[in-house]
Nanobody, 115 residues
Framework: QVQLVESGGGLVQPGGSLRLSCAASGSFADIANMGWYRQTPGKQRELVAVISSGGTTTYVDSVKGRFTISRDNAKNTVYLQMNSLKPEDTAVYYC?????????WGQGTQVTVSS
């Protein structure tokens, strides 16, 4: 019912910034939570940040103060502003959305932080 289209990934030097976007489309009720996860090959996918429909945010400790999650409810779009990027932030980032009691995943976008 929900398709998630991600964009904004790429290669950036340490200390640089990227902004990820994820737009939801399809036939669905109002989206409750939207968030970003990341995964490195061989490691478990972890929650990076999540935002509720009311704007309440939660972050993993390692990105607090550097990343900011936001959303535009009218556009059904969630953003992740990533500043002061570190090599350890390198991963595939996945968009996640919940609607009508179901969860949906984006296809993932690669973020590489390297000098």
């Amino acid at each position: 019912q929900v398709q998630l289209v991600e964009s904004g990934g790429g290669l950036v030097q340490p200390g640089g910034s990227l902004r990820l976007s994820c737009a939801a489309s399809g036939s669905f009720a109002d989206i409750a939570n939207m968030g970003w996860y990341r995964q490195t090959p061989g490691k478990q996918r972890e929650l990076v940040a999540v935002i509720s429909s009311g704007g309440t945010t939660t972050y993993v400790d390692s990105v607090k103060g550097r990343f900011t999650i936001s959303r535009d409810n009218a556009k059904n779009t969630v953003y992740l502003q990533m500043n002061s990027l570190k090599p350890e932030d390198t991963a595939v980032y996945y968009c996640r959305a919940s609607s009508g009691g179901s969860g949906y995943w984006g296809q993932g976008t690669q973020v590489t932080v390297s000098s």
